[in-house]
């Protein structure tokens, strides 16, 4: 049940990766905290201290992707120019840049994730690894994350990935 929890939560980040790519600038982090947290409160029921934790530990895991995002950029329009000018060496550097900031975000990501699981009561474990499986089933478009972006229907707010 935990490794889909991770499997589901690296998914998540990777799709946040590509979708702030493909957006230009990143939503605010306190925006997305807050919304994350309030599908939360709501689907698990959270107590006032267990918001206070979830507040920072979503807070601080935003911020952190915002701060990589520039360097996603950067990673992504290297990858393009390289693309253009047939440069193998430039593409090479420029995905591997790309893959270890996505691993970094990945990482990030389920940390936190992990640090929130292990504020739940063992009641809330269970309700957040049945929202995961159930959101699982439903594909990234259930996760929010499908064509409409991260406002979608049907999913959850964009800070379910963070």
Excluded: C
Excluded at 64 to 89: C, E, F, G, T, V
């Amino acid at each position: 049940m935990r490794t889909t929890l991770l499997k589901v939560t690296a998914v998540l980040a990777l799709a946040s990766v590509f979708a702030m790519a493909q957006h230009g600038n990143p939503p605010d982090p306190a925006k997305m905290a807050q919304r994350h947290l309030d599908f939360l409160t709501k689907q698990l029921s959270l107590t006032t201290q267990q918001q206070q934790q979830a507040s920072t530990i979503f807070s601080e895991a935003a911020n952190n992707a915002k701060a990589n995002h520039d360097q996603m950029r950067m990673a992504h329009d290297s990858l393009k120019a390289a693309i253009q000018k047939n440069d193998s060496a430039g593409i090479e550097q420029a995905a591997n840049t790309i893959g270890n900031l996505t691993t970094q975000m990945i990482t990030a990501h389920a940390k936190a994730q992990a640090a929130f699981y292990q504020t739940l009561t063992p009641d809330q474990q269970a309700k957040m690894n049945d929202l995961e499986s159930k959101r699982h089933g439903m594909g990234m478009r259930g996760h929010g994350w499908g064509h409409g972006g991260p406002d979608g229907p049907g999913g959850p707010p964009p800070g379910a990935s963070f």
